[in-house]
């Protein structure tokens, strides 16, 4: 008798639980709308360019390393997989990664995401 008690306890809690987070989730996709972002940091970013994407990418040339050189991706029309050259685009690549890309989500948080698109603006 005891276990199905807290089983109901259990259960309770855990309704609780998934209420409070749907509050928490619609809030955060209200707050995450691209605009009410807080921006990445370029310098930051450099940083991060350096430890995981210099390995496979110029950031002053657009010659081939293992991939394509990143300079004036973002003053690009489109990426060369066809998507357009914007920041959502480019946090999905970077998320994503590629044919031959490595995807980046799980390595590096949102915040060094931020950083690295500010940076990649740049080049
Ligand atoms: C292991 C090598 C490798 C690493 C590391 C890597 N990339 Fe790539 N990346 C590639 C390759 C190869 C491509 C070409 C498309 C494909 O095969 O996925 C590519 C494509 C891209 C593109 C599209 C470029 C274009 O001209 O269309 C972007 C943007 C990009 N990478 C950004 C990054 C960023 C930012 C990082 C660091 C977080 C990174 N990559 C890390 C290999 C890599």
Known sequence: MRNKKSGTVAVAALMLAAMACAG???HGQ????????PAG????????????????HFSTSTKKK????????MKRERFDNGMKADD??????????????PGFRGVINDAQVRDL?????TL
Do not use: N, W
């Not at 698109?117 to 603006?121: D, G, K, L, P």
């Open 24 to 26: 928490i989730t619609t």
């Open 30 to 37: 209200s707050a995450r709308t691209s605009k009410s972002e």
């Open 41 to 56: 940091d370029a310098a930051k970013g450099a940083q991060v360019f350096q430890d995981r994407c210099e390995i496979c």
């Open 66 to 73: 293992i991939g394509p050189g990143l300079a004036g991706l």
């Open 88 to 101: 959502e685009h480019l946090r999905i690549v970077i998320e994503r990664g590629g044919k031959d890309m």
């Open 117 to 121: 698109i500010a940076y990649v603006r």
